[in-house]
């Protein structure tokens, strides 16, 4: 099945907003608090009704709301907008592009912000959303092209900081976690590579993290960012380098995909579910500051060059990189598993992770996704001067990579 022809199938849904996707309330109450790493985060079911407040917090005026073409109809869009216009707030929209954003979609959201005359930006969606707004506010008031501000060495302190507007950040799904991270994920179009665009001022100032706004998500996107999420947690663990206080959110993130992902998938207007994997996300882009690995390594190119959903493919290549890099990780893959109570061994581990993905309807290999068998060294060579590679345990060679996507071709795994 190509991979468009999955991913519109798997993406069909209902109106967040309908009766038949409103939430459940039992845990609205408990789930809910007032967080302060790794930025302000205002988490819990309703809280989307702060926007206009968190926005005056951040000193912004003037917003100019990032959200995808997919989103910028939708009744929550409109909803909030509304509600961040009889506050006081002038309020324009910016959503002409789609997954995957691009070098001219930033550009143009540039331009946007410009002629709006705005000071911030209400970054609202998914991660390609969040990704796309949090670079226009660091992009368009600078004198240097995006592509000049790549996470290589120290190119981040070419930017003016004193030019970075603020961001209000809002996620829509529970997989990158983007509303908590410092960079964002740019496609090069010319290029046909994924950049790393870095500041520390592109953290958003204030998080909406509202578990509602995930309600309408279907089953089949559930799983792919949620997976998306277990990569990061999965991918910081096992990180070489030392941060312990890293290493200890990924554990948490990672129990919490464990316990709440298959609920979110089987039923979606599970509130306790849907904040339990909002967090999942958030504890996932918190811990990669160890570092990711080579399911990011492949991830980043295969998406680059055949427009597969990136949670998808990490969700794919999972299993796949586990036991690649089995003969450095076996010892901690053990702990983690008996944390996790899904095992006493390493492979215990890799065995839940499979089982995970059967149950909630992650296909077994790349084929059937999409990814064809053409340029398995094209690829291989791609992975290894992706940044992410850097920080796997194990250096993989050009030779090892194509082993990894070679297997991950053929469904060695189930």
């Known amino acids: 099945m190509a991979g468009a022809d999955y991913w519109s199938r798997i993406k069909g849904g209902g109106d967040p907003s309908s009766a038949a996707t409103r ?6 109450t408990k789930l809910a608090g007032n967080w302060n790493y790794p930025t302000s985060i205002r988490f819990g079911a309703g809280r989307i009704v702060e926007l206009a407040d968190a926005c005056k917090a951040a000193l912004i005026e003037r917003p100019l709301l990032v959200t995808d073409r997919g989103l910028g109809q939708s009744a929550m869009v409109r909803d909030a907008l509304a509600a961040a216009q009889a506050a006081g707030l002038e309020v ?4 002409d592009f789609g997954g995957d954003p691009t070098g001219g979609d930033v550009e143009a959201g540039a331009a946007a912000l410009r002629a709006h005359r705005g000071d911030g930006v209400i970054a609202f ?3 390609s959303a969040l990704d796309a707004g949090k670079a226009v506010a660091f992009a368009a008031f600078q004198d240097r092209p995006l592509w000049a501000f790549e996470d290589i060495g120290d190119n981040y302190l070419r930017a003016d900081p004193s030019r970075i507007l603020p961001v209000v950040a809002v996620p829509t799904t529970a997989g990158t976690g983007s509303e908590v991270g410092r960079a964002s994920v740019i496609r090069d179009e010319a290029a046909q590579v994924k950049r790393i665009i870095f500041h520390p001022l ?3 100032k204030i998080v909406i993290a509202d578990p509602v706004l995930t309600v309408g998500l279907p089953p089949g996107l559930t799983a792919a960012v949620g997976m998306d999420a277990l990569s990061h947690n999965l991918e910081a663990f096992f990180a070489p380098a030392y941060h312990p206080l890293a290493r200890g959110i990924a554990v948490e993130g990672a129990r919490l995909v464990k316990d709440w992902l298959p609920i979110a998938v089987s039923n979606g207007a599970d509130i306790e579910a849907r904040s339990n994997m909002l967090a999942a996300a958030q504890a996932g882009a918190t811990a990669f500051q160890r570092g990711l690995g080579a399911m990011h390594a492949l991830a980043h190119p295969l998406g680059a060059l055949y427009g597969v959903h990136h949670g998808l493919l990490n969700a794919v290549l999972m299993p796949y990189v586990i036991r690649a890099n089995m003969p450095v990780i076996g ?4 702990w983690l598993a008996r944390s ?4 006493a061994e390493g492979p215990d581990l890799l065995a839940w992770i499979v089982a995970l993905r059967r149950e909630i309807g992650i296909p077994a290999g790349l084929a059937q996704v999409g990814v064809p068998t053409g340029e398995i060294a094209r690829i291989a060579a791609m992975a290894i001067d992706d940044p992410s590679a850097a920080t796997n345990p194990i250096a993989f060679t050009s030779t090892e990579y194509a082993a990894i996507l070679e297997a991950a071709l053929a469904s060695e795994l189930g």
């Open 92 to 95: 324009a929209v910016f959503s």
């Open 125 to 127: 969606g998914g991660g």
């Open 331 to 334: 010892n901690d893959a053990a």
């Open 202 to 204: 592109m953290l958003p």
């Open 23 to 28: 939430p459940r309330t039992s845990a609205m």
């Open 340 to 343: 996790l109570g899904v095992g």
